[in-house]
């Protein structure tokens, strides 16, 4: 009985207080604050990871465009342009924009359904940079993008598009549409921001995507169109990506069209970009 009382009190004596506890703390070598890049990285590896979980969100970015692709090919070839063949020379570069233009609203939708659930109350509080999960998931996007661009040239280039840039016009192509659904994908992150639901999310999207993949110059000539619709074509974003990308895959690249690609997702980025900030600052 004497030996447990010794032994208690041995324990008690050497027992740490909550002031050494601290101080053995504050003396470690704490991991260095990771970098902004780094961050970002780390958030965008986490939305492909997403994907690994749940495969069935690469539906998007693989039958949907292939989807699109003979639907178009074949139901409009024959009548615009005489043969699927010819009509697919002209229609490819701007399926293409449009699917993958398409594909950034899930951005925003994404981001909606992470805030619902407080994923982002948690990131909040990480000791990073503050705007990295936005960016990260933005990054992790990149790759659905990128994934639904090479889908659908693949499924071209079996159908007979041959494209006079050859391989490097269409890496070109695909590298300057990657860049404005980069940019792009920031109007949809401020709609993430301070729309209720996923829903309205979607529905917001495909109000304002319809008209400006389907009012352009991706399925016709202009020239055939109404001055009026001619008017609206001509200033339209995607119109002009559109004519950028077939002008780089053609192995005449339009410099102008190029650089209004280029301006045009600056623009983007600065203005959507910083509204985005100032939201998820104040949520």
Not at 229 to 253: C, E, T
Request: zero cysteines; glycine letters at 8%; aromatic letters at 12%.
């Amino acid at each position: 009985m004497s030996t447990t009382t010794e032994t208690a009190e041995t324990v008690t004596t050497y027992a740490p207080s909550s002031e050494t506890l601290g101080a053995v703390l504050a003396r470690a070598d704490r991991p260095k604050r990771p970098s902004a890049l780094a961050a970002s990285l780390t958030f965008g590896w986490r939305a492909v990871l997403k994907i690994k979980h749940v495969p069935e969100q690469l539906f998007d970015v693989t039958a949907f465009p292939i989807i699109m692709t003979l639907m178009f090919t074949y139901l409009f070839g024959g009548a615009l342009a005489g043969s699927t063949r010819e009509y697919l020379q002209f229609f490819l570069p701007g399926i293409m924009v449009t699917s993958v233009v398409m594909i950034t609203m899930y951005t925003g939708v994404g981001l909606n359904t992470d805030i619902e659930k407080g994923v982002f109350d948690r990131f909040r509080t990480l000791p990073v940079w503050r705007p990295a999960a936005l960016v990260g998931m933005i990054f992790g996007d990149v790759l659905r993008y990128i994934l639904a661009a090479t889908t659908i040239m693949i499924v071209g280039l079996i159908l007979g598009f041959r494209p006079e840039g050859g391989v490097m016009g269409v890496v070109a192509g695909i590298g300057l549409l990657v860049v404005f659904s980069f940019a792009f994908s920031w109007i949809w992150t401020m709609f993430g921001l301070f729309l209720r639901s996923e829903k309205s999310v979607m529905g917001v999207s495909m109000l304002v995507l319809f008209p400006l993949t389907f009012l352009s110059n991706v399925f016709v000539d202009p020239s055939t169109m109404p001055g009026w619709l001619q008017a609206f074509v001509n200033v339209n974003p995607i119109s002009h990506l559109v004519s950028a990308i077939r002008s780089i895959m053609a192995g005449a690249p339009d410099m102008p069209e190029i650089m209004w690609t280029f301006i045009a997702s600056a623009a983007l980025v600065t203005v959507f970009g910083t509204l985005t900030m100032r939201l998820y600052n104040r949520k």
